[in-house]
């Protein structure tokens, strides 16, 4: 709003300033300062303006932010509270009782379509910085070291209209995080010297993205758009681009931040334990000084602006891609104006038009085009959500008979799109939408505070106040127009912006894209689309009725709300049924309250896995049983509930999920039909060819993700390489893949998890229904099918050697592994501390300060019950050897570091890690996968996480050195180390290393079965 500023309304002006805070306020002929100097004899209050204070910090320091309590469902465990401060930022609060963590995050609705034309990646680069010191807080990486022993993560992202920073932590240190990262938006630094190396960092991640097919295609489509948009920028940025981070990039990062970085162009959200009153007043105290300054959005340069892209312009045409990775496919993209975005977030149009695309039942599009044998998958897509247009696409997984026959495939989604435009969406499509939109609302579980708060801080500026809860999951009705605009531009093939991607296209693709250099090529499709514009619709229809839809929602608990979590970790499964082969576990919720329910079955077998020619034939049988269940789950799964089948080195697994009424049915289902459904000799060949295609693909992967398969091929017994699956899949046949199917599961043992809204006969139901299509012997229970995990030499460092696969890969990769062993005393609760306290170190050292690479991290891993440390970097800038070396420094000086860390330091770690191990069971979803974690692994431990949090808080500083020097130092006679080098082809020594003489046929004895030890010690306690 606009305040005149004339003596004699200067005091109704102000009222209705007060009255409508957060509206963008224009300031008139006289100063900001000169009016608000004004405001106390005004309001009444005798108060005096602080010195250095800005107008918009003494409105908020004398009127406060307008405040809008929310709603929310009876079964949500938080408040919440919208607030609109004075200097235009919207918040939302979210107070969890619960909660043992907090989060906020803050969305700024500027990003890469904002970036100078001289400088592209600004955007992204002003990102990086911010973390990287501020006036209060000059330290760099002081932020992430403080969220990291605060014990919780932090991040952020760019996209094309907004930047969003994410942060958790222990809900102890929410107001240490906050004052730190409300700092980013009013004080940042932006140091020569953090600029000059920072941009090496933004350098390293486009290397890192260069080989991506995702990325590439992204900037292929761009290419196609009008190159007056700002759409059609390069948004990631590159050292060149930013001038090396120089003088110039420097001025321009102060200049976007100061223009764009305004608290009208924010949305705060927190989540935390403490009381919404108490968190109004953190924010308030934290961000009412965040710079208010009105200037126009952002967005306001480009809304008006005609649309990025424009199909109809010129002739008709498909761009063809060459891909790095083996892949066929398909791809349509439409842009459509947004007439009216209120109305678009509130009916949500494009989720009903997913939906259409996505129904896989019979008379759908991807059944017709898997009947013909063209394609595995049809995925539609947002690309892109503005006010002013969006970007829709439909993705299909092409066969090989699918690429050569593209034209049909063309012929058969415009002919699917035209049938719903000119036939109409029937009603009931539209009307179990919105049913469902509400069920799912009424009843979903708790997201992490890190998730809420990051899933909901973009999103406040689509709905008014009163709904910046309920409006990003309801479906409101009336969202027929919108499905029928959509259709209407979609069902033109001229409208699309059709892209094939292929190998095969090589010979034609005589351009390159110059940011990427993709191959690619056009051709013409003047012909193609008459023909689609003509294209019939025998056999397609829109989706039936959906019987899943769930209608009884009545609780099988009696327990009054809080009776079940009133004692944490009290409760724990029963295991109801024990047989020979078969044991059953059940826990009937009391605490969560919702009509849910999770279901999983492990039926082990050594069949699975026993050779190579088992592994493919066990994948093939996976995604071939997966396919039969579509047509039967599909509804189920738009009703809200998940079914299938997946598979392990131990066996194959059975689960179910979602609303309780009709998820004993669906449990049957898909065991019934695991040795029932046909065996099609062309869905064979098809699904053959995309288990070749993934493994012809597996070692064009990034280096730093195929340095953990270089190690499982050292440490794990049984486990085949790519080359070794790959020529079992080349001998397969139909044949073989019948006589699995009917040996399948000849001899297993049988161990389930139900847990929710259910009684024991429910679980004992599912049970018996699984039992009677699964049919079998017992298997013995020293039959797990268990992999045994190789003990690496003591007081001997391995180093094993390999090279990039993709010949145009420019990064090299390091992982540097220290074996620790199973479980022993404390050696665990040790070894994860001390991972936690060298987190941020590490990171900070090499990637901030040293910039090796954009990938620098480090962890614990486990594999079956074997845990170890690992430290990853990902590089250009050098070789893997000349890496380990910096690793080995930083390892020298760390030891160091944590001989003299302070107690309150420690402490604060210590507490951390005791806060993560109790983060659990906040939802039924979080406590039914630990549980069957527990199970699954034979560990039986429910209890774990509370015994956890007490023995690590006695964990000292003595007992961590001595874990260093015994696990992690050189020289140490326990040392377990392997170093696995993945070097890019142009950096590769002329011999590698192979430590293959060095290892021994040493394992570490398999983890035991604990179930009567553990009932055992529970019935002596």
């Known amino acids: 709003m606009r305040l005149p500023f004339s003596p004699r309304h200067a005091r109704r002006a102000l009222l209705r300033a007060c009255a409508a805070l957060g509206s963008p306020i224009s300031w008139g002929v006289v100063s900001r300062r000169e009016f608000v100097a004004t ?39 938080r408040s919440y509270r919208a607030l609109i401060f004075p200097n235009g930022l919207r918040c939302l609060l979210a107070s969890d009782p619960s909660a043992s963590k907090a989060a906020a995050a803050m969305d700024v609705r500027v990003g890469y379509m904002s970036d100078p034309p001289e400088l592209p990646g600004l955007a992204h680069f002003c990102e990086h910085m911010l973390f990287l010191g501020t006036t209060a807080y000059p330290k760099e990486g002081d932020f992430e070291t403080f969220v990291t022993s605060a014990g919780g993560s932090n991040n952020a992202y760019t996209a094309a209209e907004e930047t969003c920073y994410y942060f958790d932590v222990r809900a102890e240190e929410l107001e240490g995080a906050l004052r730190r990262f409300s700092q980013f938006f009013q004080t940042p630094l932006f140091t020569e010297s953090a600029t000059a190396r ?125 891909p790095v990775a083996e892949q066929r496919a398909f791809k349509a993209t439409w842009c459509l104006p947004v007439q009216d975005v209120d109305e678009w977030a509130r009916t949500k149009p494009e989720e009903v038009w997913f939906q259409l695309l996505r129904n896989r039942a019979n008379g759908g599009l991807l059944a017709r085009l898997r009947k013909l044998g063209l394609a595995n998958s049809v995925e539609p897509g947002l690309e892109e959500q503005t006010r002013a247009f969006t970007l829709l696409s439909v993705s299909i997984d092409l066969t090989e008979k699918g690429l050569t026959q593209w034209r049909e495939v063309g012929d058969i989604v415009f002919g699917y799109l035209r049938m719903l435009r000119d036939g109409g969406v029937p009603s009931h499509v539209y009307d179990e939408a919105v049913a469902m939109s509400e069920i799912n609302f009424k009843f979903a579980e708790p997201s992490s505070p890190e998730s809420f708060a990051t899933n909901f801080a973009g999103q406040l500026s689509f709905y008014p106040p009163e709904a910046w809860v309920s409006g990003p999951s309801l479906m409101q009705p009336g969202a027929r127009s919108g499905v029928e605009f959509i259709l209407q531009h979609t069902a033109e093939p001229e409208s699309a912006l059709l892209t094939l991607v292929g190998k095969e296209f090589a010979p034609q693709a005589k351009e390159r894209e110059p940011i990427y250099g993709t191959p690619y090529g056009t051709l013409p499709l003047e012909k193609e689309v008459a023909a689609w514009r003509r294209s019939g619709t025998t056999g397609l229809q829109p989706p039936s009725p959906n019987a899943f839809i769930p209608t009884r929602f009545a609780l099988k608990c009696d327990s009054p709300p809080g009776g079940q979590s009133a004692a944490r970790g009290a409760v724990e499964p029963a295991l109801i049924r024990r047989a020979e082969g078969v044991r059953l576990h059940f826990v009937q919720d009391c605490a969560f309250r919702r009509p849910k329910g999770h279901a999983y079955f492990l039926l082990r077998s050594p069949q699975f896995y026993d050779s190579a020619s088992s592994a493919v034939l066990s994948q093939l049988f996976q995604a071939l049983a997966s396919e039969a269940l579509v047509d039967s789950t599909y509804q189920a799964a738009v009703a809200g509930l998940g079914a299938g089948v997946s598979l392990s080195t131990r066996g194959l697994i059975v689960s179910a999920s979602g609303y309780d009424q009709r998820l004993p049915e669906l449990v049957g289902l898909v065991a019934a039909e695991l040795r029932r459904f046909p065996l099609d000799k062309d869905v064979f060949t098809r699904r053959l060819e995309v288990l070749r295609q993934g493994l012809q693909n597996f070692k064009l ?189 930083f390892l020298a000086e760390f030891r160091a570091s944590l001989a003299s860390m302070p107690e309150a330091e420690l402490q604060s770690y210590r507490e951390a890690l005791a806060s993560q191990a109790l983060d659990v069971d906040k939802r039924l979803g979080q406590q039914a996968s630990r549980f069957w974690g527990e199970i699954s692994q034979r560990r039986y431990d429910f209890g774990r996480p509370w015994r956890t949090a007490k023995r690590v808080r006695k964990v000292q500083r003595e007992e961590l050195v001595a874990f260093f020097d015994r696990f992690v130092a050189p020289g140490t006679p326990e040392l377990r180390r392997l170093s696995t080098h993945v070097f890019a082809r142009r950096a590769a020594p002329k011999a590698l290393e192979d430590p293959s003489s060095a290892l021994e046929d040493v394992y570490w004895p398999a983890s035991p079965d604990q179930i009567d030890v553990v009932r055992g010690a529970r019935q002596e306690a």
């Open 39 to 77: 405001i106390p004899a005004f309001l009444g209050v005798a108060a005096s303006l602080p010195a250095r204070a800005t107008p918009e910090e003494s409105l908020a320091s004398l009127v406060g932010a307008r405040v809008i309590d929310l709603e929310s469902t009876p079964l949500d465990g």
């Open 198 to 322: 920072e941009v090496d960092a933004i350098d390293s991640e486009h290397q890192k993205n260069l080989q991506s097919d995702f990325w590439r295609q992204d900037q292929l489509l761009k290419l196609r758009a009008n190159p007056t948009h700002p759409y059609a920028k390069f948004g990631t940025g590159t050292r060149q681009t930013l001038r090396g981070g120089d003088a110039t990039a420097r001025a321009a990062l102060l200049a976007f931040h100061e223009r764009y970085y305004q608290a009208g162009q924010m949305e705060l959200v927190v989540v935390g334990p403490q009381r919404l009153a108490e968190l109004q007043a953190l924010t308030q105290k934290l961000f009412a000084a965040v710079p208010g300054a009105v200037r126009p959005a952002a967005s306001e340069a480009y809304d008006s602006l005609p649309l990025p892209f424009d199909a109809r312009e010129g002739k008709p045409r498909l761009t063809l891609m060459v």
């Open 701 to 889: 992967r990034q280096p730093v993700s195929l340095t953990s398969y270089y190690r499982g091929l050292v440490l794990e017994l049984p486990k085949y390489t790519v080359e070794e699956l790959s020529s079992a899949c080349a001998a397969l046949t139909l044949a073989d893949l019948q006589r699995f199917q009917s040996g399948l599961l000849a001899e297993a043992s049988a161990e389930g998890l139900v847990c929710g809204n259910f009684d024991e006969a429910d679980a004992l139901a599912m049970l018996a229904k699984l039992q009677q299509a699964l049919p079998g012997r017992p298997l013995p229970d020293d039959a797990s099918g268990a992999r045994a995990v190789r003990k690496l030499p003591a007081g001997q460092p391995l180093v094993q050697q390999f090279v990039a696969a993709n010949p145009d890969e420019a990064n090299s990769a390091l992982e540097v592994y220290f074996q620790v062993g199973p479980d022993r005393g404390d050696d665990w609760l040790q070894l994860a501390l001390l991972s936690q306290i060298l987190e941020q170190p590490f990171f900070g050292e090499l990637r901030t300060k040293q910039q090796l690479g954009y990938i620098v991290q480090s962890g614990v891993t486990e594999t079956e019950g074997v845990r170890g440390l690992s430290f990853l970097v990902q590089s250009t800038k050098e070789p893997p050897a000349q890496v380990e070396r910096r690793v080995d420094s």
